[in-house]
């Protein structure tokens, strides 16, 4: 069997994905990040959220910001919610609106990572958002507030684009936090 042909149409799927939505991305991206570093300057709380497989972009998203990768520079506060472990999506939803009507204040803003996040599940975490008057930027589905969404992919497209898109959220953060990147 030859792997190189899957993983060929896998790599040429995403990259279509990605240059055909590069527009909308920027844009949406743009502004989430503006909202973010307000969030961050004016002593808000940041969380990234994510349920099941999402759950790694929110990972990523967060050590990108805590971590500072691409720079030496001090840490950028966020709060992780992720549930990995439930055992279907609604429970883990269920969670995460819990955590964030527990901890959310109103000011306060959630990036959502969401693209296998059933309609229900995006429904209760807006719910848990307008509750708590927290501002919400949904990268992979549509719910409350700024929404980034991937029509006609697949999964793991969709996963990979709201991956790219997480790369690319904390480094327009850093860049508003902290001024150009150097080289």
């Known amino acids: 069997m ?26 949406v991206i743009g502004h989430a990040a503006d909202n973010a570093a307000e969030a961050i300057f004016t002593e808000q709380k940041l969380f990234s959220c994510g349920i099941g ?3 790694a972009n929110a990972i990523l998203l967060s050590e990108l910001l805590q971590r500072g990768v691409f720079r030496e ?13 439930s055992v279907n999506a609604s429970d883990g939803a269920s969670w995460v609106s819990h955590q964030l009507q527990s901890l959310g204040q109103p000011g306060d ?4 990572f969401a693209s296998g996040l059933p309609a229900s599940g995006v429904q209760e975490i807006s719910g848990a958002l307008a509750a708590r008057d927290i501002a ?6 549509s719910g409350k507030g700024i929404e980034l969404t991937f029509p006609e992919t697949s ?3 969709a ?14 953060i850093d860049i508003t936090a902290f001024g150009p990147l150097e080289g």
């Open 2 to 27: 030859n792997h190189y042909d899957q993983i060929a149409r896998h790599f040429e799927s995403h990259i279509g994905a990605l240059s055909l939505s590069v527009d909308i991305i920027a844009e």
């Open 53 to 55: 497989a999402d759950g």
């Open 109 to 112: 803003m959630a990036i959502i």
């Open 136 to 141: 919400g930027v949904w990268i992979g589905n």
């Open 155 to 157: 999964a793991a497209t």
């Open 159 to 172: 996963l990979a684009l709201s991956s790219a898109s997480a790369i690319a959220l904390a480094e327009l």
């Open 73 to 85: 520079r001090p840490a950028l506060p966020v709060i992780e919610l992720v549930a990995r472990h």
